[in-house]
């Protein structure tokens, strides 16, 4: 591979991460990718003494930088609402976010669980006054299994699960248990401390 050949290699790269980055649904990633993208479209563009190009990557770089900033260090102010398992406003956003459901949790079905008999814990988590979360469980002895932990999409920086480990040793939860699909989870499971203990994963609160 000549050298030509490696640098138009390093344009395209950086393209790709831009315009990939715009479709990320979480506006955290979306940033993250967009500012690897430009930066190495920046490289690319002082390589090949395209300097207008460069200088407008390097402000997306620093325009990028300074929301990261300001996402890092904005604290979101969350409520955790107990409902009922019927609960209508509940039904209509699990409906409304069905698929974005299925896709997180693979195989999972909502309103047709041989265990939902016994549910009990079910909660909506609302950031000023808006639902971003849903937390459906079992608890029995003040250990909680978790059948759902689920987060819009906006929201999926780890801020919710770090609120909920606080406000569910509140309701007097001592041990938070998860043994569903994990393919998504891994990052969110070790970021929130938890341990797997035989067949699933637990976290002590």
């Not at 900033?69 to 406003?89: A, F, G, N, P």
């Not at 669980?113 to 814990?121: K, L």
């Not at 937390?135 to 909680?144: A, F, I, L, N, S």
């Not at 059948?147 to 699960?161: C, M, T, V």
């Amino acid at each position: 591979m000549d050298r030509q050949t490696i640098i138009e290699l390093v344009g395209y790269i950086g393209s790709f991460l831009v315009l990939v980055s715009f479709l990320m649904t979480s506006v955290f990633k979306l940033r993250i990718i967009n500012t690897i993208g430009s930066i190495i479209f920046m490289v690319y563009a002082l390589i090949i003494h395209s300097y207008p190009t460069a200088v407008m990557n390097f402000c997306l770089v620093l325009i990028n930088l300074r929301f990261l900033w300001k996402m890092r260090h904005t604290s979101h102010h969350y409520d955790l609402i107990k409902v009922e398992e019927d609960d209508r406003y509940l039904q209509y956003i699990l409906k409304r976010q069905h698929e974005d459901i299925e896709k997180c949790f693979p195989g999972i079905n909502i309103h047709e669980d041989e265990n939902r008999a016994d549910v009990n814990r079910t909660y909506i988590v609302t950031c000023e006054g808006n639902p971003v979360g849903i937390v459906v469980g079992k608890e029995e002895d003040k250990v909680m299994n978790l059948i759902l932990d689920y987060s819009f999409p906006e929201y999926r920086d780890f801020s919710i699960g770090l609120f909920l480990v606080k406000r569910l040793k509140e309701e007097g939860i001592s041990k938070l248990i998860y043994d569903g699909p994990t393919e998504n989870h891994m990052t969110y499971l070790d970021k929130m401390g938890f341990q797997k203990v035989g067949e699933h994963y637990e976290r002590k609160i």
